[in-house]
């Protein structure tokens, strides 16, 4: 499926190692003959929009739950439930919204206890309770908080949760673990506190299992927390306490992490064992706590040690790359940016479980099985059940209906590639497939680059409708993991750090000239997209370098002193993020002046679209407008298109779908490419032809 070499044999070999074809021109085909860019594709914006994201997968029992989005109901998120004997149906009913919004993000938006459900409600952010066959109500009073990532201590029948409270006056939210009543009886109670941020709570009955002297354990709790200017993959530290007789706890003990330790996922095994991921190695890797013996402290103990990452970026929250089936740990984990799925015995030894799936974004499991939100290049990111006595696998749920022919589906191509100071970096390559056209002889396609978010997250080869309306259509499309991305080690995220603007930027020119230099792409038109700290990067591109004929923003920054002071004010999680990306604030405003796009605005010669909600909390509406009015008055051609309803990030059907037949639009005018009809067109300001 993928490419791997070394780079120096990179530097001399063409891409040729994927199963697709090289791009079909008049000298090799009878195919109708068209430009690249022009091709009419039956990969249409609605097919596109049809898609139904699927997320927190969660086996509990004989049972399976988990979200799903619902694009066509203005993008509210339901919860669904499958057994074996009944197959699946929706349990949250309109108008609930399954979504939290702690660290703006938002995850762990659900649980479940026995037979009934609970989940924090996107209008209101309160906790609500579902009954079998009854109306949800509410289990938390009204007021600005905001739940996550709970966890049931049943013994004493309430819920451990994340609480970030937004009534006190304080600059910024306030965040604590909080235990909420199950029923709703009375106000939750401040768990634990102190710090900027909290996560993973985590509880083990302790009447369940017995130490070595045959006397029962108590019932403990374990949980993250965080303190500014750290991210959760930068520093964070995990805790354990016992739970006293009156729910209290003992005082705290430091069990591992710190400034520069990122601890990620601490669960408990069956038996009461602790175990969490930490990137002590350089990389992500699990460990279970060992406790003390004769000589011997307690003490963390690697379990398959590797060079490969265990965790993931934690900006939503429940996310999970682990579980326990019985004496087995089930784990995903990702090795010079692929993913893996295997068993690890109490040995340590591990063993590859063989899946059609190489993206693996979350997991639950118990005795006997697995459930996974996994994907491959041809298959849409799934909820797949596992039996693994058996090794039958069943998808429960597709986050896309969308069916392609091999005729018309791009399949992605590993590249290694020299990028920032000649380091190496990645990027996935995806050539036009389309096998009813040709392009004119000689003509190459033109390419599409595109920097993801975060900008601490990664590109996947996993399929997307969006990607192949591209490639359908005659373009070539280059997901760039540069320098700060995940799944390849600490080292290689902290490349970013105080290089914001920079190894990113460099990064994406260095995998678009590569693929330029192999000849399967037009250097002349050259293309570059992203959405937040994406867009971040595509207006720097703009700005600080003259190689690509357009671009496109979507919710992306223009003004790093603009992005700093706003999240103060409405993203706790990210208030701080740009000191380490970028530099202190305000002893660098230097820098964050002579890397904001917004301050090199004359410099932009290529025209830019901006896509921008106009609720966004996260990149605010003005920094769309702001970079739009400079590139406009400088005589640019550029468009803004504004959402009202939509955050950061386009949840509604019909606004993915603008986005799609607008940014196609915007090309085709800059590229001078003649679009098959139907054509819904943009008005583009300065656009002379």
Same mark, same amino acid.
Request: contains cysteine; glycine residues 10%; neutral net charge.
């Given at each position: 499926?993928?490419?791997?070499?070394?780079? *120096?044999?990179?530097?001399?070999?063409?891409?040729?190692?994927?199963?697709?074809?090289?791009?079909?021109?008049?000298?090799?085909?009878?195919?109708?003959?068209?430009?690249?860019?022009?091709?009419?594709? *039956?990969?249409?914006?609605?097919?596109? !929009?049809?898609?139904?994201?699927?997320?927190?997968?969660?086996?509990?029992?004989?049972?399976?739950?988990?979200?799903?989005?619902?694009?066509?109901?203005?993008?509210?998120?339901?919860?669904?439930?499958?057994?074996?004997?009944? @197959?699946?149906?929706?349990?949250?009913? *309109?108008?609930?919204?399954?979504?939290?919004?702690?660290?703006?993000?938002?995850?762990?938006? &659900?649980?479940?206890?026995?037979? !009934?459900?609970?989940?924090?409600?996107?209008?209101?952010?309160?906790?609500?309770?579902?009954?079998?066959?009854?109306?949800?109500?509410?289990?938390?009073?009204?007021?600005?908080?905001?739940?996550?990532?709970?966890?049931?201590?049943?013994?004493?029948?309430?819920?451990?949760?994340?609480?970030?409270?937004?009534?006190?006056?304080?600059?910024?939210?306030?965040?604590?673990?909080?235990?909420?009543?199950?029923?709703?009886?009375?106000?939750?109670?401040?768990?634990?506190?102190?710090?900027?941020?909290?996560?993973?709570?985590?509880?083990?009955?302790?009447?369940?299992?017995?130490?070595?002297?045959?006397?029962?354990?108590?019932?403990?709790?374990?949980?993250?927390?965080?303190?500014?200017?750290?991210?959760?993959?930068?520093?964070?530290?995990?805790?354990?306490?016992?739970?006293?007789?009156?729910?209290?706890?003992?005082?705290?003990?430091?069990?591992?992490?710190?400034?520069?330790?990122?601890?990620?996922?601490?669960?408990?095994?069956?038996?009461?064992?602790?175990?969490?991921?930490?990137?002590?190695?350089?990389?992500?890797?699990?460990?279970?706590?060992?406790?003390?013996?004769?000589?011997?402290?307690?003490?963390?103990?690697?379990?398959?040690?590797?060079?490969?990452?265990?965790?993931?970026?934690?900006?939503?929250?429940?996310?999970? !790359?682990? #579980?326990?089936?019985?004496?087995?740990?089930?784990?995903?984990?990702?090795?010079?940016?692929?993913?893996?799925?295997?068993?690890?015995?109490?040995?340590?030894?591990?063993?590859?479980?063989?899946?059609?799936?190489? !993206?693996?974004?979350?997991?639950?499991? +118990?005795?006997? #099985?697995?459930?996974?939100?996994? #994907?491959?290049?041809?298959?849409?990111?799934?909820?797949?059940?596992?039996?693994?006595?058996?090794?039958?696998?069943?998808?429960?749920?597709? +986050?896309?209906?969308?069916?392609?022919?091999?005729?018309?589906?791009?399949?992605?191509?590993?590249?290694?590639?020299? @990028?920032?100071?000649?380091?190496?970096?990645?990027?996935?390559?995806?050539?036009?497939?389309?096998?009813?056209?040709?392009?004119?002889?000689?003509?190459?396609?033109?390419? %599409?680059?595109?920097?993801?978010?975060?900008?601490?997250?990664?590109?996947?080869?996993?399929?997307?409708?969006?990607?192949?309306?591209?490639?359908?259509?005659?373009?070539?499309?280059?997901?760039?993991?540069?320098? @700060?991305?995940?799944?390849?080690?600490?080292? &290689?995220?902290?490349?970013?750090?105080?290089?914001?603007?920079?190894?990113?930027?460099?990064?994406?020119?260095?995998?678009?000239?590569?693929?330029?230099?192999?000849?399967?792409?037009?250097?002349?038109?050259? %293309?570059?997209?992203?959405?937040?700290?994406?867009?971040?990067?595509?207006?720097?591109?703009?700005?600080?370098?003259?190689?690509?004929?357009? @671009?496109?923003?979507?919710?992306?920054?223009?003004?790093?002193?603009?992005?700093?002071?706003?999240?103060?004010?409405?993203?706790?999680?990210?208030?701080?993020?740009?000191?380490?990306?970028?530099?202190?604030?305000?002893?660098?405003?230097?820098?964050?002046?002579?890397?904001?796009?917004?301050?090199?605005?004359?410099?932009?010669?290529?025209?830019?679209?901006?896509?921008? #909600?106009?609720?966004?909390?996260?990149?605010?509406?003005?920094?769309?407008?702001?970079?739009?009015?400079?590139?406009?008055?400088?005589?640019?051609?550029?468009?803004?298109?504004?959402?009202?309803?939509?955050?950061?990030?386009?949840?509604?059907?019909?606004?993915?779908?603008?986005?799609?037949?607008?940014?196609?639009?915007?090309?085709?005018?800059?590229?001078?490419?003649?679009?098959?009809?139907?054509?819904? *067109?943009?008005?583009?300001?300065?656009?002379?032809?």
């Amino acid at each position: 499926m993928h490419c791997r070499w070394p780079v *120096p044999v990179l530097l001399a070999l063409a891409m040729s190692c994927s199963r697709n074809p090289p791009p079909a021109n008049a000298e090799t085909s009878n195919r109708r003959i068209a430009p690249y860019g022009a091709w009419p594709s *039956p990969i249409t914006p609605d097919l596109v !929009t049809s898609s139904a994201p699927v997320s927190e997968p969660l086996l509990s029992g004989d049972r399976v739950y988990w979200l799903e989005s619902r694009p066509n109901e203005g993008g509210r998120i339901t919860l669904m439930r499958w057994e074996a004997t009944s @197959g699946k149906r929706e349990l949250v009913p *309109p108008p609930f919204n399954v979504r939290s919004r702690v660290n703006a993000y938002g995850g762990g938006a &659900y649980f479940v206890h026995g037979e !009934t459900v609970f989940f924090s409600n996107f209008a209101d952010q309160r906790i609500y309770r579902m009954d079998s066959g009854q109306h949800p109500r509410a289990i938390t009073p009204q007021g600005d908080f905001r739940y996550a990532d709970c966890v049931v201590d049943a013994p004493r029948e309430r819920a451990i949760c994340v609480r970030e409270d937004h009534t006190t006056r304080a600059k910024e939210a306030v965040d604590a673990l909080v235990s909420v009543d199950l029923e709703g009886r009375g106000a939750p109670q401040v768990f634990a506190s102190g710090h900027d941020f909290f996560s993973s709570p985590r509880v083990h009955l302790g009447k369940k299992s017995v130490d070595a002297g045959g006397n029962a354990q108590p019932d403990e709790v374990v949980w993250l927390t965080w303190d500014h200017p750290n991210m959760p993959w930068d520093g964070t530290d995990l805790w354990r306490a016992q739970i006293r007789g009156n729910g209290s706890l003992s005082p705290p003990e430091h069990v591992a992490g710190g400034p520069n330790e990122s601890i990620f996922q601490p669960e408990w095994s069956p038996n009461g064992v602790l175990h969490f991921v930490s990137d002590r190695s350089g990389f992500w890797n699990l460990y279970r706590w060992a406790p003390a013996t004769v000589g011997t402290p307690a003490h963390a103990e690697a379990l398959a040690p590797m060079r490969a990452d265990f965790g993931r970026a934690q900006f939503v929250f429940r996310l999970a !790359t682990y #579980g326990f089936a019985g004496d087995r740990i089930i784990a995903t984990y990702q090795e010079d940016g692929a993913g893996h799925l295997a068993s690890i015995d109490p040995a340590k030894s591990i063993e590859q479980i063989d899946m059609p799936y190489g !993206t693996f974004q979350w997991l639950s499991a +118990s005795a006997g #099985g697995a459930v996974l939100v996994a #994907g491959s290049p041809r298959e849409p990111l799934s909820v797949v059940h596992l039996d693994l006595s058996s090794g039958r696998m069943e998808v429960l749920a597709r +986050s896309s209906s969308l069916s392609i022919d091999d005729r018309h589906l791009s399949l992605p191509e590993a590249l290694s590639f020299p @990028g920032w100071h000649g380091l190496t970096a990645h990027a996935y390559f995806y050539r036009p497939r389309n096998d009813d056209f040709a392009a004119p002889r000689g003509e190459k396609p033109p390419l %599409l680059v595109r920097s993801h978010g975060g900008p601490t997250a990664r590109s996947e080869p996993v399929f997307s409708p969006e990607t192949q309306y591209w490639t359908s259509r005659g373009f070539a499309v280059l997901d760039v993991n540069y320098g @700060g991305s995940t799944g390849y080690g600490r080292a &290689y995220r902290e490349r970013l750090n105080q290089r914001w603007g920079e190894v990113d930027v460099d990064d994406c020119l260095a995998a678009a000239r590569f693929v330029v230099e192999h000849g399967d792409a037009d250097g002349a038109r050259l %293309l570059i997209r992203g959405g937040s700290a994406g867009g971040y990067t595509t207006l720097a591109a703009l700005a600080f370098r003259d190689v690509f004929r357009a @671009g496109a923003s979507l919710y992306g920054v223009g003004d790093l002193e603009l992005l700093e002071k706003q999240m103060g004010a409405t993203d706790k999680l990210e208030a701080h993020y740009t000191q380490r990306l970028v530099g202190p604030y305000p002893a660098r405003r230097d820098v964050f002046i002579a890397r904001s796009p917004l301050h090199s605005a004359h410099r932009i010669s290529a025209p830019v679209i901006f896509f921008q #909600g106009v609720e966004d909390d996260v990149v605010s509406a003005n920094q769309a407008r702001l970079m739009h009015a400079a590139v406009k008055k400088k005589g640019v051609p550029t468009a803004l298109i504004e959402f009202p309803g939509e955050g950061h990030g386009f949840r509604k059907a019909e606004n993915i779908r603008r986005v799609l037949t607008a940014e196609l639009y915007f090309y085709s005018r800059v590229l001078g490419i003649a679009l098959p009809p139907p054509v819904e *067109p943009l008005p583009i300001d300065n656009l002379v032809r």
